[in-house]
């Protein structure tokens, strides 16, 4: 998990003001505190100050070192020459421009947010904080220990516990260590503490509610250890997030300013041969509800550089003028929707180990018939609003078309039922009971029928 440039500024600024207030204490001079001033006033950064060619080139030789031979004292003087405060303010507003406005993408990025910048923090610890108590440097690095599991062949992530660590050290001799070996020791910190939460098991963590002292505890008991070549100086801190499946899921950043949307216009012709070829499937009915909803899903959640060319839109944008004498009407309005329910239901089932059935609901409407004489008439009308529920038990096993089948032989039943029941002036009730018995007979290994309501129910004459 990277540190956002919000955090790393915050991280830089509580430099600063250990540093302002050491100088403070410690009473030094008026032109002293000049020179903190200007310090302090050089993070805050300008975000429209990028970093230049000559900038990223001194990035790439500094990369080109061979840091398992290169001890931290012959870095951290090619990085911040302290025996030159002209190269050492050079190099600084340097890094300053790298590390605001060097893209997370680029290949040298996990140097300079590591290696770099650990010696960054090590480097301004020395120039700037003469006082004791302050001139230790901080190493923070933050984790993430998170739980996947199989939703219908989807790797999903289901739970995670984040942690940040910041303690302060002290490199016995930096030019014996090198800056393989510091980085580490450094980085092992954290990846002991990611190690011992997932040999504890990460239910028992995930749900303890001193999971904040527990961390801490055993941080402490790694840092104890340090006492080969670098020193923790007794000072630590940790936080600790623990997210659920919907707090960890992914949130897509949809850039609507590129150009304004006119939502009167039809639909083109590319707009649904785009919706069409991402989502019609040839023989879909055969493939198993497992293989079928997983394509479905990560279709929809496939990156788009524009919101309006996503599937998301064109679903809601198509489908919304879509003739329903459309070949693929059907299908979009239907069946689509369905695989969307019951990947979410299996995903929830994952997370919170309860059952969470698909909803069906329906209207129906039976006229009632009657006889003068020999003639049939339409004495009126019932209508009837139902939902049922139902869960895929085998969703390797059961087909689009056993679904399909499902809930058509659901209705039709509870539709012959009636019918054939008009003259007995069957109560609501009764329906009810009957509805549940309908859908319990024609439950199976591969689907449930989970329960049924009556919503309304009423006869117009």
Same mark, same amino acid.
């Given at each position: 998990?990277?540190?956002?440039?919000?955090?790393?500024? $915050?991280?830089?600024?509580?430099?600063?003001?250990?540093?302002?207030?050491?100088?403070?204490?410690?009473?030094?001079?008026?032109?002293? =505190?000049?020179?903190?001033?200007?310090? /302090?006033?050089?993070?805050?950064?300008?975000?429209?100050?990028?970093?230049?060619?000559?900038?990223?080139?001194?990035?790439?030789?500094?990369?080109?070192?061979?840091?398992?031979?290169?001890?931290?004292?012959?870095?951290?003087?090619?990085?911040?020459?302290?025996?030159?405060?002209?190269?050492?303010?050079?190099?600084?507003?340097?890094?300053?421009?790298?590390?605001?406005?060097?893209?997370?993408?680029? @290949?040298?990025?996990?140097?300079?947010?590591?290696?770099?910048?650990?010696?960054?923090?090590?480097?301004?610890?020395?120039?700037?904080?003469?006082?004791?108590?302050?001139?230790?440097?901080?190493?923070?690095?933050?984790?993430?220990?998170?739980?996947? +599991?199989?939703?219908?062949?989807?790797?999903?992530?289901?739970?995670?516990?984040?942690?940040?660590?910041?303690?302060?050290?002290?490199?016995?001799?930096?030019?014996?260590?090198?800056? %393989?070996?510091?980085?580490?020791?450094?980085?092992?910190?954290?990846?002991?503490?990611?190690?011992?939460?997932?040999?504890? $098991?990460?239910?028992?963590?995930?749900?303890?509610?001193?999971?904040?002292?527990?961390?801490?505890?055993?941080?402490?008991?790694?840092?104890?250890?340090?006492?080969? @070549?670098?020193?923790?100086?007794?000072?630590?801190?940790?936080?600790?997030?623990?997210?659920?499946?919907?707090?960890?899921?992914?949130?897509? @950043?949809? =850039? =609507?300013?590129?150009?304004?949307?006119?939502?009167?216009?039809?639909?083109?012709?590319?707009?649904?041969?785009?919706?069409?070829? !991402?989502?019609? *499937?040839?023989?879909?009915?055969?493939?198993?509800?497992?293989?079928?909803?997983?394509?479905?899903?990560?279709?929809?959640?496939?990156?788009?550089?524009?919101?309006?060319?996503?599937?998301?839109?064109?679903?809601?944008?198509?489908?919304?003028?879509? @003739?329903?004498?459309?070949?693929?009407?059907?299908?979009?309005? /239907?069946? *689509?929707?369905? %695989?969307?329910?019951?990947?979410? %239901?299996?995903?929830?089932?994952?997370?919170?180990?309860?059952?969470?059935?698909?909803?069906?609901?329906?209207?129906?409407?039976?006229? *009632?018939?009657?006889?003068?004489?020999?003639?049939?008439?339409?004495?009126?009308?019932?209508?009837?609003?139902?939902?049922?529920?139902?869960?895929?038990?085998?969703?390797?096993?059961?087909?689009?078309?056993?679904?399909? /089948?499902?809930?058509?032989?659901?209705?039709?039943?509870?539709? +012959?039922?009636?019918?054939?029941?008009?003259?007995?002036?069957?109560? +609501?009730?009764?329906?009810?009971?009957?509805?549940?018995?309908?859908? /319990?007979?024609?439950?199976?290994?591969?689907?449930?029928?989970?329960?049924?309501?009556?919503?309304?129910?009423?006869? !117009?004459?």
């Amino acid at each position: 998990m990277k540190i956002n440039r919000s955090i790393k500024v $915050g991280i830089v600024l509580l430099v600063v003001v250990l540093s302002v207030s050491c100088s403070t204490k410690i009473n030094k001079e008026e032109s002293h =505190n000049s020179v903190t001033n200007q310090r /302090n006033n050089r993070y805050y950064w300008n975000d429209e100050e990028k970093y230049t060619k000559e900038d990223y080139n001194f990035l790439k030789e500094l990369a080109q070192h061979d840091l398992e031979k290169i001890t931290v004292y012959d870095f951290n003087k090619i990085v911040l020459n302290q025996d030159n405060e002209e190269e050492y303010h050079k190099n600084e507003k340097i890094i300053q421009r790298l590390y605001q406005s060097l893209e997370e993408t680029d @290949e040298l990025y996990p140097f300079l947010e590591s290696t770099l910048y650990t010696s960054w923090v090590e480097s301004e610890k020395s120039h700037y904080n003469k006082c004791e108590e302050n001139k230790y440097p901080f190493f923070v690095k933050s984790q993430d220990v998170s739980l996947y +599991e199989d939703v219908y062949g989807n790797s999903e992530l289901t739970q995670q516990i984040s942690f940040s660590i910041d303690f302060n050290y002290q490199i016995k001799d930096q030019k014996m260590c090198t800056v %393989a070996k510091r980085d580490a020791i450094l980085d092992g910190v954290s990846l002991s503490l990611k190690s011992y939460i997932e040999e504890q $098991g990460f239910e028992k963590l995930y749900h303890d509610p001193q999971l904040t002292k527990v961390l801490l505890e055993q941080l402490n008991k790694i840092l104890g250890t340090l006492n080969d @070549e670098i020193q923790w100086m007794n000072v630590s801190d940790l936080h600790c997030w623990v997210y659920s499946s919907e707090d960890v899921m992914e949130e897509v @950043e949809v =850039n =609507n300013t590129e150009r304004e949307f006119d939502y009167t216009k039809k639909y083109s012709k590319e707009q649904y041969n785009k919706l069409v070829d !991402a989502l019609v *499937i040839e023989n879909y009915k055969e493939m198993s509800i497992e293989d079928f909803d997983r394509i479905i899903y990560n279709t929809f959640n496939e990156d788009s550089e524009n919101y309006y060319d996503s599937i998301s839109f064109l679903y809601d944008f198509v489908l919304n003028q879509l @003739e329903e004498t459309d070949p693929h009407y059907d299908y979009l309005l /239907n069946i *689509i929707p369905f %695989a969307l329910k019951e990947y979410n %239901a299996k995903r929830d089932e994952v997370l919170s180990k309860k059952d969470h059935p698909i909803e069906f609901y329906n209207n129906l409407s039976i006229q *009632i018939k009657g006889k003068v004489y020999e003639d049939e008439i339409i004495k009126g009308e019932l209508y009837l609003y139902y939902t049922f529920t139902y869960r895929i038990l085998d969703a390797k096993q059961c087909t689009v078309a056993d679904k399909i /089948n499902f809930i058509e032989n659901v209705n039709k039943e509870l539709k +012959e039922y009636i019918q054939n029941n008009l003259s007995n002036n069957i109560s +609501e009730e009764a329906l009810q009971k009957e509805f549940k018995s309908i859908g /319990n007979s024609l439950s199976n290994d591969k689907i449930q029928f989970v329960d049924a309501k009556i919503e309304s129910f009423e006869a !117009a004459y």
